[in-house]
């Protein structure tokens, strides 16, 4: 007969957050017995006990192994968070495509699948894709009794800060009005939304020394730019309220009465450097994509190589500006345009040397993203993880714009 949990151990939001240290300190030490936990925690191991037990009771944590004190007290347990049976959902829209991947608690793929945005025509054809993905996903995690645990969607554009949904995704038109968090109502999942940039810099920044300043450059079919240090975004703005908002960098103007951007305004630094307006000025029938724009770049097309090479050395020229008022230290060039970086870095050095002073440009080092795709991964896992953990840091991130400026 099942043994029923006394009533005590029973989990409430209260109780869960009451009990978020713990995982925290599981999640970076990994296993622990439960005086060492107590200890760190600055609690008594009676309290300690509770939340191990709480925590056991839903699935997040997990008794790694017991070791016997040779008949002379209590065998001590040591615990540790249960990573293969719990998963996050993440769906991450990057351009031309858009990647979904059921990951285990260590950031694993178990699921995964690439879409091709192209072949939607409409907001509709994205989030049945969405949702064909969401149920074999579910599915999956059902017959291996994982815990899904949070959704995290990653959008270009902007992000409705009422209600989460992507907005003025220009480059990306079918993805407008997508609420990640209506969609997995049936499923009762917590489900957030999140910038693409924001969500390229944690996958960027993962692993780098925390007292190091980065200006993260997604670049794609548009443009977008944030800086920060460690865990910390400085690249913020303030709205009306006081809350900090992402600066669309991509969309401040560089020129007046100059090109038209997609945004609907004139003269936007992403309409003179944007893998969208590179395409627009070629005027070519055999580049009218990102992937094509790529490959006559990768075989060296003497007119694409000219485009490009403008477009970079316009976008290190503006990069300038943030470089040093956020005094950074490191660029990283990450999307589906780093993998031709090198056919374009002598022209974004120049660029980038035309305004900076001597002194920083020779301290400023550039380093290109080694696998984007996978980076974004790990940034929307390190999203999801963090909305778990600490939703108390979450909500102090700074959030997309409600409206471009």
């Not at 829209?93 to 995964?112: I, M, Q, S, V, Y």
């Not at 949070?150 to 907005?167: H, Q």
């Not at 300043?213 to 920060?228: K, S």
């Not at 390190?382 to 909500?395: E, N, Q, T």
């Amino acid at each position: 007969m099942h043994k029923k949990n006394p009533a005590y151990t029973r989990l409430s939001r209260t109780h869960l957050r009451s009990s978020l240290p713990l995982l925290r300190l599981l999640d970076s030490l990994g296993e622990l017995s439960q005086v060492d936990a107590a200890k760190r925690l600055s609690v008594t191991p009676g309290a300690c006990n509770l939340h191990c037990q709480r925590l056991e009771r839903v699935g997040l944590v997990r008794r790694a192994r017991t070791v016997s004190s040779g008949g002379k007290g209590r065998p001590t347990i040591f615990w540790d968070i249960d990573h293969e049976h719990n998963a996050f959902l993440t769906f991450v829209f990057d351009g031309p495509t858009f990647h979904a991947a059921l990951l285990d608690f260590t950031g694993h793929p178990l699921l995964e699948e690439r879409f091709d945005l192209s072949r939607a025509r409409n907001r509709r054809g994205v989030e049945s894709a969405i949702e064909t993905f969401a149920d074999a996903a579910v599915s999956l995690a059902g017959r291996n009794n994982i815990h899904l645990r949070r959704v995290v969607g990653v959008f270009p554009g902007l992000i409705d800060p009422a209600d989460g949904s992507a907005r003025m995704a220009v480059n990306a038109p079918m993805l407008d009005g997508i609420n990640i968090a209506t969609l997995f109502s049936r499923h009762k999942l917590p489900a957030w939304s999140a910038s693409l940039t924001l969500c390229s810099f944690f996958g960027e920044t993962a692993g780098q020394p925390s007292d190091t300043t980065t200006l993260l450059v997604h670049w794609d079919l548009g443009v977008g730019v944030v800086c920060g240090r460690g865990d910390t975004v400085l690249s913020v703005q303030l709205a009306r309220n006081g809350v900090p908002e992402l600066p669309e960098v991509g969309h401040i103007c560089i020129e007046q009465n100059g090109r038209p951007c997609l945004c609907g305004r004139n003269g936007c630094l992403e309409a003179y450097t944007g893998g969208q307006a590179m395409i627009a000025e070629l005027k070519s029938p055999d580049i009218r994509s990102l992937g094509t724009l790529i490959g006559a770049l990768q075989t060296g097309h003497k007119d694409v190589l000219a485009v490009a090479r403008r477009a970079s050395r316009t976008l290190g020229r503006n990069l300038t500006w943030p470089v040093q008022l956020m005094a950074a230290k490191r660029i990283v060039i990450s999307g589906p345009l780093s993998s031709v970086f090198d056919k374009l870095s002598h022209t974004f050095h120049k660029g980038l040397y035309e305004s900076l002073p001597p002194a920083l440009a020779s301290t400023l080092a550039v380093h290109v993203s080694p696998d984007p795709q996978t980076r974004l991964r790990i940034g929307a896992f390190r999203l999801a993880k963090r909305h778990l953990l600490d939703p108390d840091s979450i909500a102090r991130l700074p959030r997309s714009p409600a409206q471009l400026n």
